[in-house]
């Protein structure tokens, strides 16, 4: 079996199994070699580059590959259309601007929309069958708020008025959504993927009232329709430290904290080991340390998991552009001597 696998369901594992969100992208000199030559869209829509891109990080040691694709690939069968702008990230052509908007936005069959990704699925299965490969999407907040701002976001104007002023209009909107990502990740896990996870990367901006009321319900809704998959379910988010005994309402096998919060403390407000596993989560920007800050900064993630099964070792969100591959590559091995059973 796999460590990953194993350590996602709480069992014991030889060593405490580590992979990066983000671990394909423009921090290797093999992925920026690829970009010189394709936009990033082309590389996402062609199965060929995205089986190559995700198996990138294997030279890394890593103990699972994540999918190459973005959670953004969608929006584009919903009709919204989608440019990456060099500098500015992603731009919606047509975002949602009005209620009727909404009203007419229709679920769509992911083998149409989105086959290209199940492709890679295969690929990457057929090419790697030694390493589990994990499949995701966004979650239904963070899509429904790039829907709505047409790009990335500092106030999240748009989304917490639709929200506010709006409730049953975002609430058509989150079921459209919760639908589209449950079948994405159906999709995704019959074409082989072997975990899910949901990132929902922005939720953080919200008041824990306001993610109790309208985005809870439909998290919970999503992940139940994912139990009969029989694969590990992981929900990430960030900014979300001041609610995490909420998250216990989640049918989920682990949940992915980010740094603002001690693991430690997260764990035992997640219900602890007995309950869930727990994934993350060192600050992305500790690899920009010095090596020594970077040893110190692992240990101490290791420290406050204490070795206890059940603990996926992460990153508490992406790894950024300007990141040394030599030190990814260290934190791999340190985390893997540092836990090795004797
Ligand atoms: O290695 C992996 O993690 C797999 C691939 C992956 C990508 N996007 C490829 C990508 C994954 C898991 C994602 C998820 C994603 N995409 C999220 C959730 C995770 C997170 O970081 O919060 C979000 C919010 C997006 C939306 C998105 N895609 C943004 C905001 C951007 C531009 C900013 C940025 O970081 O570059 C992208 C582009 C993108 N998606 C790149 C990659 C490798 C960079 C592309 C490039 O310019 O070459």
């Given at each position: 079996m796999s460590r990953f696998l194993d350590a996602c369901y709480r069992r014991p594992t030889d060593a405490t199994p580590v992979w990066f969100m983000r671990?394909?992208?423009?921090?290797?000199?093999?992925?920026?070699?690829?970009?010189?030559?394709y936009d990033l869209l082309t590389m996402l829509r062609t199965p060929e580059i995205a089986v190559q891109v995700t198996l990138l990080p294997k030279a890394l040691g890593v103990d699972a590959l994540i999918l190459f694709a973005d959670i953004l690939l969608p929006l584009v069968p919903l009709g919204l259309g989608l440019r990456f702008v060099?500098?500015?990230?992603?731009?919606l052509e047509r975002s949602l601007r009005t209620v009727d908007d909404i009203a007419r936005l229709q679920p769509f069959p992911i083998e149409e929309g989105l086959g290209f990704v199940l492709e890679t699925v295969?690929?990457?299965?057929?090419?790697?069958?030694?390493?589990?490969?994990?499949?995701?999407?966004?979650?239904?907040?963070?899509?429904a708020s790039y829907a709505l701002e047409g790009g990335g976001s500092r106030h999240y104007q748009r989304t917490k008025t639709l929200m506010y002023a709006h409730p049953d209009a975002w609430d058509r909107l989150m079921r459209v959504l919760t639908e589209v990502t449950a079948a994405y990740l159906q999709a995704q896990v019959q074409a082989g993927a072997q975990a899910v996870q949901v990132f929902d990367s922005?939720?953080?901006?919200?008041?824990?009232?306001?993610?109790?009321r309208a985005v809870l319900p439909h998290l919970q809704r999503l992940f139940?329709?994912?139990a009969d998959l029989r694969v590990p379910r992981i929900y990430f988010s960030t900014?979300?430290?001041?609610w995490l005994p909420d998250l216990r309402s989640l049918d989920v096998e682990v949940i992915s904290v980010d740094w603002r919060v001690d693991l430690?403390?997260?764990?035992?407000?997640?219900?602890?080991?007995?309950?869930?596993?727990?994934?993350?989560?060192?600050?992305?920007?500790a690899l920009l340390a010095p090596r020594d800050v970077l040893r110190e900064q692992v240990h101490e993630v290791l420290r406050r998991a204490g070795g206890r099964p059940g603990h996926i070792f992460n990153l508490g969100h992406g790894i950024l552009p300007d990141t040394d591959p030599d030190q990814v590559r260290r934190v791999v091995d340190w985390?893997?001597?540092?836990?090795?059973a004797v």
């Open positions: 671990q394909a992208g423009r921090y290797q000199p093999e992925y920026r070699a690829l970009r010189a030559k060099p500098g500015k990230g992603p731009l295969r690929g990457v299965r057929a090419a790697e069958p030694d390493l589990p490969l994990i499949g995701f999407a966004g979650a239904p907040f963070t899509l922005w939720v953080g901006a919200l008041s824990p009232a306001m993610y109790r139940s329709r994912l900014g979300t430290a001041g430690d403390r997260a764990w035992a407000q997640l219900g602890g080991p007995e309950r869930v596993a727990i994934q993350g989560n060192l600050d992305p920007l985390v893997h001597e540092a836990t090795l």
